[in-house]
């Protein structure tokens, strides 16, 4: 309790620059914080449904029937929302007519695509704010460090005589700036080193289901299954157009 009552009397009693450089990293400090919770929420809840997304596709049920549920819950993320944007133009494209299996399956693949970086987008959002924080911090108080030293040893002289009792505080309010930039920046480190292998890890898993999913719609594009015109796709929120999605076998059905 001394202690941080000391640091609070040292931070009071600083130069203006000073108490700016303090608050300003308090500031950074804050919301840094702020963006480690609300980040660790989504990359774990993105991981989450992925995880439950892929069950559900493994499961060997209809495509189609997997699409209409999707659909029906509306602002699909991650793995679901490459899944809903492949799927879409798949049918799209099987509607037109006699569309190429080539081109079938790179229609579906760009669709897929644009939804990735959509969601590695979300998820990467706000990790720039943390990198930031963490590599600047550190120069911010040792600039509140050198212009408290440089006051202190400005005040010296008119002194007769310098002593360490009246040396000492000068340094202890400069040094204090320091120490709250790296307490600033250690945490905004961690957390984006952290973030960012776990968003990479997401892409990964993103980039492998593309894959998967090519395959699967390249044996039925191939086999020139008919589109079943009794199932609606209507286009998601901010989607434009809309087709009758082809009665897709689940993956187990398709092997």
Known sequence: MNGQLSIIRLVVQASIPVQIVVGLLLLASLSSWAIIF????????????????????????????LYRAIESHGGATG??????????????????????????????RRAMRVAQLKEIDRLEYS???????????????????????????????????ATLASVAPGISEALVTTAIGLFAAIPAVVAYNRFADQVNRL????????????TILQRHATRGIP????????????????????????????R
């Open 79 to 108: 793995m679901a929302s490459i899944f809903e944007f492949g799927f879409r133009e798949f049918a799209r494209q099987r509607q037109q007519g006699s569309i190429p299996a080539e081109q079938l399956l790179e229609g579906a």
């Open 38 to 65: 609300r980040k660790r929420l989504l990359i774990w809840r993105a991981a989450r449904e992925a995880d439950q997304f892929e069950n559900n596709f493994w499961s060997g049920g209809d495509l189609a029937q």
């Open 203 to 214: 892409e990964v898993r993103f980039d492998a289901f593309m894959e998967e999913f090519s």
């Open 227 to 254: 589109p079943t015109p009794t199932v609606s796709t209507a286009p998601a929120a901010g989607a434009s157009g809309g087709a009758p999605a082809p009665a897709v076998p689940g993956p187990a059905a398709a």
């Open 127 to 161: 990790l720039a704010t943390l990198a930031t924080v963490g590599s600047t911090s550190p120069y911010v108080g040792l600039f509140g460090t050198v212009w408290g030293i440089m006051t202190a040893f400005s005040s010296l002289g008119d002194v007769q005589q």
